[in-house]
């Protein structure tokens, strides 16, 4: 009986979780369909004022507009590879800077240590609209407008990377920490060791997060960044988003491919990340 009633609630768990994925999963499959219609289908379902429900597959697919993005659109390219340089140098200088902070929060004892971790995650808490005004007027006074600086210098001490990796490394046991110092007094060869080994999982969690919202940002580009030739390519889409086209949700399609790349690449990783965390 007991295995039955266990079996109904297992199967109305799946049943609720299906039913929000497919949810979830809806308007992506609606972007992917418009990016394959022509230019008469796609008019023809978005092209009036009314409330339609979009067809699942078109027509007649055509990868045409994939081929004028990647073949004859040279802005397109040259933003994503701007965003893709823009993103990596962010995760890389992030994992620079975070993971020597982390380690100290986690492994030393200075008097303010609660107070400054504390700090931490106010800062993180708070939106970028309350530091919007004192940020703008710094990357003003550094001459910095219209430059990747003004995106990346900012982004290089995100508290988000230094407070997730301070609680994995709150997890390593203190008495292998100090049996490798022991032996060495080079940090170098604690983080090779000990830190990134044990922290792996957080660590590619972390910084897969960060890497998702620097390539989303929108609001930063669009109150620094003036040019259109400096745009990233999140900044193109929310330009284009104002005249939807094949094309646009094409853009759209493509511009997914590096998250789910990632998420392929390395989901096993951000699962035990994920799983692993523990808040303290």
């Not at 989303?216 to 620094?224: F, G, H, I, R, S």
């Not at 005249?243 to 511009?255: F, M």
């Not at 699962?271 to 808040?279: T, V």
Request: net charge positive.
């Amino acid at each position: 009986m007991q295995e039955r009633v266990a079996g109904h609630e297992k199967g109305l768990i799946v049943f609720v979780l299906s039913l929000f994925s497919a949810l979830f999963l809806l308007p992506l499959l609606f972007v992917l369909t418009g990016s394959l219609m022509g230019s008469r289908e796609f008019a023809s379902v978005y092209g009036y004022n009314q409330l339609r429900f979009p067809p699942l597959l078109p027509r007649l697919a055509s990868l045409s507009q994939y081929g004028q993005l990647l073949l004859n659109s040279p802005g397109y390219l040259s933003a994503y590879w701007k965003s893709l340089f823009l993103a990596a140098c962010i995760c890389l200088l992030q994992l620079i800077v975070g993971i020597p902070c982390a380690y100290g929060f986690a492994t030393l004892s200075f008097r303010s240590r609660k107070l400054l971790l504390f700090l931490y995650v106010i800062m993180m808490m708070m939106p970028f609209q309350v530091t919007m005004l004192p940020m703008y007027q710094l990357i003003q006074r550094l001459g910095w407008f219209d430059s990747y600086w003004a995106l990346i210098v900012p982004e290089i001490f995100a508290p988000f990377t230094v407070f997730m990796l301070t609680q994995f490394m709150n997890q390593l046991p203190h008495e292998l920490i100090e049996s490798i110092q022991l032996e060495t007094s080079s940090a170098l060869a604690v983080y090779q060791y000990l830190v990134i080994p044990a922290c792996k999982p957080g660590i590619v969690a972390t910084i897969i997060l960060s890497f998702v919202e620097t390539w989303n940002m929108v609001e930063k580009p669009l109150l620094y960044i003036s040019e259109i030739q400096h745009y990233p390519l999140s900044m193109l889409l929310y330009e284009a988003g104002k005249r939807v086209t094949p094309t646009t949700l094409a853009g759209c399609v493509l511009y997914t491919v590096p998250v789910f790349l990632l998420w392929i690449c390395f989901k096993d990783e951000i699962c035990q990340g994920i799983a692993r965390l523990q808040i303290k």
